[in-house]
């Protein structure tokens, strides 16, 4: 079996969300096809990967696409790879998960199971960024209004959600939004009673339901983010995520030394290269690698693997299509390590549902795992109608 051409698939954009899906769907002359994602779609990054797409796609053209790990190495290690993230390693991405779709299909096998077999059934799921609300059509909330915050966070409860997850510096009470340099330099204490305001809010509603992670987005620096986890310590967080830029890993030191918060953060760190540091100083709790801009399933294993070597748990970062949330169910499925999906707002968007065949969704807080041959999940014909395709053969 061969690799016959690549199709480079633009999804219709929905500007609302700020994003614009790009997937990669690899053919064979068996006529075995699996599709992949780059997941770098926030703030329409993914755009930038389709002419990498273009480059990556006519190096692996007439090769065996089972030999996938072979193909990893050969575009990680290209000129440009080297030392690089972001865009291009959502372009490896994509092309890996889509040579584990065909996998998958050729040997009529769940993905999972080709990784080894599946440690649980089901995936415990966390509701995501309730700051913008939970099963609403776009981003409208901020935690700056509480009613609003807090009847997407006792929406979530009610589904049967036992974990919660809450940016609470987006905005000010009035719908502000913090300032850059204040995010950076020094919390003032009106943005401190607020968050104390916000918390216990959600307090009330999950004390006893649920547990809470706390995401700062990197608005944070080390001085700034043990400000505002002096008063979040007191509500017993689960987790606090990105809570510094990742590039700034003098940051985190200073954060294990100065607070009670287990740490996180990954989604814009890419391969077990970048990770390693962060392991061998014992610096975050749990890694969130993101399996769109990693260097997909095949790195995406390989950071589990040596997280596990340093006692470190695993949470995949999740936030684009419903074909992003198949690929990382069947990473959670496959290793001994993992705690909790990510199950984003956006995931529960009206087009995000239906643009794909299948809708993996929770229910009372639990994935059921794809049991289809390959990832389980692609675009529907209305949507390849609607997605611009350019073809590399």
Request: a negative charge.
């Amino acid at each position: 079996m061969k690799i016959s051409s690549v199709d480079i698939l633009k999804l219709k954009e929905h500007p609302e969300h700020g994003q614009t899906p790009v997937l990669v769907r690899i053919n064979t002359d068996e006529g075995i096809y699996g599709y992949g994602e780059a997941g770098v779609s926030i703030g329409n990054y993914s755009l930038g990967s389709i002419e990498i797409l273009k480059s990556f796609s006519r190096m692996i053209l007439g090769r065996d696409p089972l030999q996938n790990d072979v193909i990893y190495e050969k575009l990680a290690h290209a000129f440009w790879s080297k030392g690089n993230g972001g865009v291009i390693y959502a372009a490896i991405s994509a092309i890996d998960a889509a040579l584990w779709d065909i996998k998958g299909k050729y040997f009529n096998k769940p993905v999972y199971e080709l990784l080894g077999g599946k440690h649980r059934d089901k995936i415990r799921a966390y509701a995501s960024q309730l700051q913008n609300g939970w099963k609403y059509e776009q981003f409208i909330g901020s935690p700056g209004d509480l009613e609003f915050l807090k009847h997407a966070v006792q929406s979530a409860v009610d589904e049967g959600y036992d974990c919660v997850k809450i940016d609470f510096l987006a905005k000010h009470l009035d719908g502000s939004r913090i300032d850059f340099y204040e995010g950076r330099n020094h919390l003032s204490l009106k943005t401190l009673r607020e968050v104390d305001q916000k918390l216990d809010a959600v307090k009330q509603i999950i004390d006893g339901k649920a547990e809470l992670i706390l995401e700062n987005h990197c608005i944070t620096t080390a001085h700034t983010a043990i400000q505002f986890a002096k008063v979040a310590e007191d509500y017993g967080p689960m987790l606090l995520e990105e809570p510094a830029d990742p590039q700034d890993i003098h940051d985190y030191e200073k954060l294990r030394e100065a607070i009670n918060i287990p740490l996180a953060t990954g989604e814009r760190i890419y391969t077990r290269r970048e990770f390693l540091p962060y392991l061998e100083k014992n610096l975050l709790d749990v890694l969130q690698p993101d399996l769109g801009n990693c260097g997909g399933i095949t790195e995406g294993r390989k950071i589990a693997d040596l997280a596990e070597l340093y006692g470190v748990s695993v949470q995949t970062h999740t936030c684009n299509t419903a074909l992003s949330v198949a690929i990382a169910l069947h990473l959670e499925a496959a290793i001994p390590n993992f705690i909790i999906h990510e199950h984003h707002t956006s995931n529960t968007f009206k087009h995000n549902r239906e643009d794909f065949v299948y809708d993996y969704q929770p229910v009372n807080g639990y994935f059921e795992l794809p049991t289809l041959p390959g990832l389980g999940n692609e675009p529907t014909e209305k949507t390849l109608a609607e997605s611009q395709v350019e073809t590399v053969q």
